[in-house]
């Protein structure tokens, strides 16, 4: 069960605003942020860092999913 939850994956919330990218997610350990990245940024990117930033916070990196709106 603790396995399940550590490879649990977040649903993350790209959206488009000017000149940069808002993500809106919650962490495994259950807080929701807003992270806000360059329009330069990758995907990859974006789902790299989210992924460190729940690692620092919860000590739990998942596999981060990206979903457009």
Request: charge should be positive.
């Amino acid at each position: 069960m603790k396995k399940l939850f550590f490879c649990a994956m977040l649903g993350i919330s790209v959206m488009a605003f000017a000149k940069d990218l808002q993500a809106v997610w919650t962490s495994t350990c259950g807080v929701k942020h807003f992270t806000t990245f360059s329009d330069t940024a990758t995907y990859e990117q974006i789902s790299t860092a989210i992924a460190l930033i729940n690692q620092r916070e919860c000590g739990v990196k998942p596999t981060v999913s990206l979903s457009l709106n």
